[in-house]
């Protein structure tokens, strides 16, 4: 059976016809009361939350309920609380509301939505105090223009906010998607999405590897506070078994997931996988048995291979606690730490946000 965890146990542009088509669709293909894709009716408007450490899947998952029909189709990550909030906090100042919507308005963040700077500032000026608020109002403000009932989100770092998240949209529910870790590594290596210590001479794998580990032991700690409204779900049984997995969901998400329709539909990575390998027709499943070495994987399984076992997955070689890997792991959890807790909760914070914000 596919591994569903529940609780404490733990860039295409769309027409406004596609939209319209995607958001009304019905069970029995009708277009007519939306409330119908639901499979209950309390908590039935309930944000859902896809997160988990980048290159995990997330974005598969967030496809999938796009294309199950009534949530609104925003194409993008909305990097709210781990870009835009880090730049221009507090929040509760109305300058950096102004200054926030301003900067919001020239990326594509911001034109994905569909919106026009009208249909939000209002509320944004009036009501929003922190990014979960920015967050939640914008999502509103597309749903109402697409007609629409309910809302999605897919910026996998968010899983380190989820208590802000939490606090400002009390209905939110998350899914964690949680991938093998040396897959997950193999990704970030090949995208360049990690720099390795200054004195680390060994392959960047290593070193994303000890952040998928702490980034998803961090989101497994704050899933515990959620208790009913966190779940988690494993990449690989997405992958093999998408239609029991989703249908698995139903009852968390308070919707119809029938895969067959959303295959149908098929938003983005429903139709075309997201890889970081586009030159490759490989299965996206146990890449680090052929792109690792012996030796390169006895010293991945050496840092990380305890909480891959926890979280059911197979070592390939026997765990040896070496003192080397035991003080770089420390070194880098603790790099990761701090500089969490620096762009999160401090003032300089806004200089450790490195991501360029105005994209086209």
């Not at 998803?216 to 494993?234: F, K």
């Not at 690989?236 to 959303?262: C, M, N, S, T, W």
Request: proline letters at 4%; charged letters at 30%; a positive charge.
């Amino acid at each position: 059976m596919p591994s569903v965890h529940f609780g404490s146990h733990f860039g295409e542009t769309w027409t406004a016809e596609t939209i319209g088509l995607v958001a009304t669709l019905r069970p029995d293909g009708a277009r007519s009361n939306l409330r119908s894709g639901s499979v209950g009716s309390v908590g039935s408007n309930a944000p859902i939350f896809s997160l988990g450490c980048s290159r995990s899947g997330t974005t598969l998952l967030y496809h999938m309920l796009l294309s199950a029909g009534n949530f609104a189709v925003y194409r993008s990550e909305s990097l709210i609380l781990n870009l835009l909030e880090p730049r221009f906090r507090p929040l509760s100042r109305p300058r950096n509301r102004r200054r926030m919507l301003d900067a919001w308005y020239k990326t594509r963040l911001f034109t994905r939505t569909g919106l026009e700077p009208s249909d939000v500032d209002a509320r944004i000026m009036s009501e929003c105090q922190n990014g979960g608020d920015f967050l939640r109002i914008f999502m509103e403000e597309i749903c109402r223009k697409q007609g629409v009932e309910r809302w999605a989100e897919t910026t996998g770092e968010h899983l380190l906010y989820m208590r802000e998240i939490k606090k400002a949209i009390p209905n939110a529910r998350v899914i964690h998607v949680i991938r093998d870790g040396r897959d997950v590594a193999l990704s970030w290596e090949r995208l360049s999405q990690i720099r390795p210590l200054p004195w680390d001479r060994k392959r960047a794998a290593m070193a994303a590897a000890i952040y998928w580990e702490w980034f998803v032991e961090r989101g497994r700690e704050a899933g515990r506070a959620l208790g009913a409204d966190y779940v988690e779900v494993r990449y690989e049984d997405l992958v093999r078994r998408p239609a029991e997995v989703l249908k698995g969901l139903e009852a968390f998400v308070d919707h119809d997931l029938d895969y067959q329709r959303i295959t149908e539909v098929g938003i983005g990575s429903v139709s075309a996988p997201n890889t970081a390998f586009k030159t490759e027709k490989r299965n996206p499943i146990g890449r680090w048995k052929t792109d690792l070495t012996e030796e390169e994987l006895a010293t991945l399984e050496g840092l990380i291979g305890a909480s891959l076992e926890q979280m059911g997955y197979e070592l390939s070689t026997k765990r040896l606690k070496r003192p080397d890997l035991v003080a770089m792991r420390a070194a880098y959890r603790l790099y990761f730490e701090s500089k969490l807790y620096v762009k999160s909760r401090t003032p300089i914070g806004k200089w450790l946000v490195t991501r360029e914000l105005y994209v086209p």
